[in-house]
Nanobody, 121 residues
Framework: VQLVESGGGSVQAGESLRLSCAAT????????MSWFLQDPGKEREEVAA???????SYADSVKGRSTISQDNAGNTLYLQMNSLKPEDTAMYYC????????????????WGQGTQVTVSS
């Protein structure tokens, strides 16, 4: 299994970024994916999740500003982030896992290496 993120970068507050995650080798049983962020010295925090049927959930911190999506084949996961704020600065990780609850991805089994997002004011 390989998850490879891309699309991070340095932007100004108010701008947008679209993160991508290319997934290969995922077992069919893996039925959800999510994006996490992590600040140095802190635990990873889930910001958005999507299940195989396309149902989504978001953390309050990004709700209304971000959209998680995936291509029809389920091979690429996206996170469109708009109206970025300095507090969105973090390493963003793509994850895949298992769920029995629509729109959520509570059991993460596979991780990417992360892509850095830096937002300056």
């Amino acid at each position: 299994v390989q998850l490879v993120e891309s699309g991070g970068g340095s932007v100004q507050a108010g701008e947008s970024l679209r993160l991508s995650c290319a997934a290969t080798g995922l077992p069919y049983s893996s039925n959800c994916m999510s994006w996490f962020l992590q600040d140095p010295g802190k635990e990873r925090e889930e910001v958005a999740a999507i299940d195989r049927d396309g149902f989504t959930s978001y953390a309050d911190s990004v709700k209304g500003r971000s959209t998680i999506s995936q291509d029809n084949a389920g091979n690429t996961l996206y996170l469109q982030m708009n109206s970025l704020k300095p507090e969105d600065t973090a390493m963003y990780y793509c994850a895949a896992g298992f769920t029995r609850r629509a729109a959520y991805c509570p059991v993460t089994a596979y991780w990417g290496q992360g892509t850095q997002v830096t937002v300056s004011s």
